[in-house]
DNA sequence: CCGATCTTCCAAAGCGCTTTGGATCAGACT
DNA sequence: AGTCTGATCCAAAGCGCTTTGGAAGATCGG
């Protein structure tokens, strides 16, 4: 068989080379901007590589320099709901903008979240990337330490709630962030206060919890497991987790959402119920600054702990990038404050809880 | 220099040759499942290849055999608001598991939308990929020229609006859809009808407009300017487009929203005036079935005309890989109905414009 | 027991780049 | 004139796989 391509075709090296009298070497230094070669002729190979529209074949290069110029991510899909967390999108849009700057390129795994090792794993040792962004780690996570045992260059983006083994991350204070909204709530006179967090083993999510107890058990509030939800990040968990606890005999005055859009879902789960978040009720929103749906007005319409995901998703990038470029380097961590903003989606709790 | 590396290290197949004391013929065909090879060796050869850890080094495959086992998709940011829309996402998790599916893998290229066709060429020319999916085709689409001429296999989600050149599409019938949509709500007795639509270059949002108008005509309403909108898909979008035109001295009865994100913000801004859709006012939505914002509920809360953007990026998928396939087969194009649900958020308009 | 036919394996030639280790030549300096 | 030094350029050796075109060895009918 021919290596296939039936109609795709550009011209190679070889052939430039020849058409231009020139060596291999010469055209493959001129293009690649090494100082070895004349301007002139450098002038000329450019011109020739335009007109002949000769590009270098990526997969010849990549062989041959033992570098992919490829940063790999692997999407988990909830294999329980179908669901591609939208977070990833917005964090991947971020990422993509640095690589495309730097030459990198992004090779996407979209699996199942019960065959992510598979995946990460494949990744790492077909060597077609030259590094790995590591998503939402869990408690002590595989993915961690079979990277480092491979060497393969990766940041993670959060951090894994277990031991502290050595590696790179970009993480948000999540602790800090629900710690303060949850002293707001209490301070503004709640006492029932819910959380609405993320899946149960994310390290995001177990963060975020202890946060909100710390705050609780600093005001003299035992935590209590019935006022907390733990899901994905859909609308309609959001819709039932509030349509629940608002059936319940004593309901919470307010509620912690961990995520913009089930924040939604309570929103509708609350006015199916004729009341008003900021007046009623109180909802504080951890708000990702998704570009699509932004926590926007004049206050904003949720009360937020805010930081942005496309940010993280570009910070992290030139991390890793960073690393790649300087292997020698030990981890290099990053934690980011978040930003809180007080929106209408919060007041005082209602007097009568409040008194009791 | 060496080929850097400085960690990251696993057998060869010349290695892995040697310890066998089989050539690298026998191994290679071993392990790709050929047949000239005796199952006793090629299980030899795979417990080897596990026990030593080998894999294959796929750029090295790559460029032996061709084929780069992966597709690219170029993922336009817009640059006037910095948005990535969230269907791509969902899409994408759908294209992929079809690759996962296959042994193919995904290249991502996140660019500003004015740079597309730099990102499609590049990705093109290069030969990492071995096909593209086109999205969101414009009208007279430059992708769609350029990839013909080069002969790289792609398939495009939506259709140029512009001539029929023939190409491969995956579309649905966004004229149908939206004729039927508006037809439903001239049957309620709604005569002020306005159309939140997508960007108005886009294929989708030519195809939306026309049946909307197709429609309005058939029932000898002249279709008003200054009751349709374009934008991106945003919340804000939806949240603005509807307070201004509820702002207006002959606000309309009715919505016709082009994805459940904006109608999202739609109904926000119909909240912020006390009104309910469903009772006061009407919404109707293209709805694509994300998976994290389902347009849930019995009945639903919107009437949409559904389809899954999901499934779409499946059957894309599906489709490019047979094209890759068998590359003398003719282009291949397909077609899809759009359901149609009647929601909560619907009903007959007030009779006070009914009878104007 | 011998040629024919499978079966099983191998040596070697790519794939299209990059990079090493010179070679060549002009100009500068003794 | 002879040597040295940069400035240019080149031939050839990889990178690690796949695939072609045989070559042995085993099997078998006659």
Redesign the pocket.
Known sequence: ???QDPNVW?????E??EKL????????????G?????????KRVIAAAMRYD????G???R????RSMAIGHVIPVSSEHEVVNPIFSEFVAGAGEVYALNGYSMQLSVVPDDRQVIAYRAMAYSRVVDGLIVHVPQAHDFRIDMLNEIGLPFVVHGRDPGEPAPYSWLDVDNTGAFRRATEYLLSAGHRRIALINGRETTGFAIRRQKGYEMALRDHGITPDRSLMRFGEMMETYGHEAVSELMQTINPPTAFLVSSIIPAIGARRALADLGLEPGRDISIVIHDDDLSYLRNTGDPPMFTATRSSIRSAGRRSAELLLDIIRQPQRGPVQELWDVEFVVGQSTGPAPAETRSQ
């Open positions: 068989m021919c290596p550009t011209m190679n090296l070889k430039l080379s009298r020139l060596s291999q070497t010469t055209i493959s230094r001129a293009l690649n090494y100082p070895e070669v004349s301007e002139t002729t450098r000769y590009r270098p074949n997969n010849a290069a062989l041959a320099t033992g």
